[in-house]
């Protein structure tokens, strides 16, 4: 056996040195040098890649360019131009867009265009408008907020105006139409009216979020509401009713737990420190306790019970809603009150927020000082009426337009909720 094995070494050494199992040598006629090489991204043309990038979502793009570091290095090489492309797709262009209202960035782009031009450490002044993937992004988050808010805002009035209206609750029961359907049809025509007015109260409390005392405050919200878009007389009618709808609804919202005697100062905190997003988060905490006892009712209901859900456009509704929105809602047509109009000692989304805000917004009041003993309100916090009302009220007598009406959306044979102001309900 070994004299086997011997043989078989040598016969390897042997194949080895043989010329033709040495691997051939390349041709210099044929050889490419290293610098010649390049990847297809190198190779890929500029406006090509940034056609590709544009039809990504944002988070898409970041994890695209951390894939490697060439891709990082050109894609944030021409960050300006993929930005201003991107915003540009996603820009209405009229009749047969196929855009969603969630997608379509052109009104809230209009309201925060870009940075404007500015000096660079070298002095010299930049040609264009600062187009980023950080302005994009802030543009996205905020128009999201717009739109999240205005649906959950739409959404309790409707079901509020349903469930308390006496002729309305009466109409409704003994409707002969789909209650899916005025449902659905009054929150779409509801939202619709909402959006605009919550993007200019976003643009409004943006605007005047760098000033600190109430004086200086009252001064820039001056400045701010006499220029355009408030400049226009419906502008500044539709934003203050929907300002003073949506904060007496909140402070509504907030009752039992935060009475209404102290729920000014948090309110002011809300709209002082996170504009509205933080309203967004109450109303989504609301709804979300709606939904449960929607959801119960529906497993006890007989299995013979008819369903409307194949209603053309309450389809269509819903699939508008899931694309606007990026999340679906359930629309509860059932008499089902409001969880905060009997609360309970159970635990509940609604609850929770007000326990998680407690929190931080007494940790912010703490680390302001200078607090009044008595209402534990700081003098570096504007008062509720020191935050758009005083001023608007001020630029509504003064362009003589306090003689107005309040405004109906219609829901259920003319009638719907209503939103108004002090000013025009002081004339009924």
Not at 69 to 98: D, M, N, T, W
């Amino acid at each position: 056996m070994s004299h086997l094995l011997d043989h078989l070494r040598q016969a390897v050494k042997q194949a080895r040195r043989h010329p033709s199992a040495q691997r051939p040598k390349k041709s210099p006629i044929f050889s490419k040098s290293a610098s010649n090489t390049r990847t297809i991204w190198e190779k890929l043309p500029m406006n090509v890649l940034i056609k590709i990038l544009v039809q990504c979502e944002l988070g898409e793009i970041h994890s695209f360019s951390a894939t490697c570091r060439l891709v990082h290095q050109r894609v944030y090489h021409i960050e300006p131009a993929i930005a201003k492309a991107y915003l540009q797709c996603r820009r209405h262009k009229g009749q047969g867009s196929e855009l969603a209202i969630g997608d379509d960035l052109t009104f809230i782009s209009d309201l925060f265009p870009p940075p404007p031009p500015h000096y660079t450490e070298s002095g010299a002044l930049e040609e264009s408008p600062d187009y980023s993937f950080g302005y994009l992004t802030d543009l996205t988050r905020c128009w999201r907020t717009c739109i999240r808010l205005s649906y959950y805002f739409a959404e309790y009035l409707v079901q509020h105006y349903l469930e308390t209206d006496t002729t309305a609750r009466e109409l409704w029961a003994s409707s002969k139409t789909e209650k899916e359907f005025i449902y659905s049809k009054g929150v779409g025509a509801l939202q619709a009216r909402l959006l605009p007015s919550i993007a200019y109260l976003v643009y409004f409390l943006e605007s005047f979020a760098d000033t600190t005392t109430p004086t200086h405050s009252l001064d820039a919200q001056e400045r701010i509401l006499q220029e355009p878009p408030f400049t226009d007389p419906e502008v500044l009618l539709s934003t203050h009713h929907t300002m003073h709808t949506l904060i007496h609804t909140v402070r509504h919202l907030m009752a039992p737990d935060i009475p209404l005697t102290s729920s000014q100062t948090w309110v002011s905190l809300l709209l002082t420190t996170s504009t509205l997003e933080r309203i967004v988060d109450l109303f989504a905490a609301v709804a979300a306790d709606n939904q449960q006892p929607a959801e119960k009712n529906k497993k006890h209901e007989p299995a013979t019970k008819p369903h409307h859900h194949d209603n053309h456009e309450h389809a269509h509704h819903q699939t508008q809603t899931t694309s606007s929105h990026g999340h679906n809602h359930t629309h509860s047509t059932s008499t089902t009150s409001h969880s905060h109009s009997h609360p309970s000692s159970h635990w509940s989304h609604r609850m929770d927020f007000l326990w998680h805000m407690r929190r931080d917004y007494g940790d912010f009041l703490a680390s302001l000082g200078d607090q009044d003993p008595e209402t534990g309100h700081s003098g570096l916090v504007p008062r509720l009426r020191e935050i758009w009302f005083d001023v608007a009220e001020r630029e509504i007598r003064a362009r003589g337009l306090a003689a107005h009406s309040a405004e109906v959306e219609p829901v259920l044979h003319g009638g719907g909720p209503r939103l108004g102001c002090e000013v025009c309900c002081s004339l009924v």
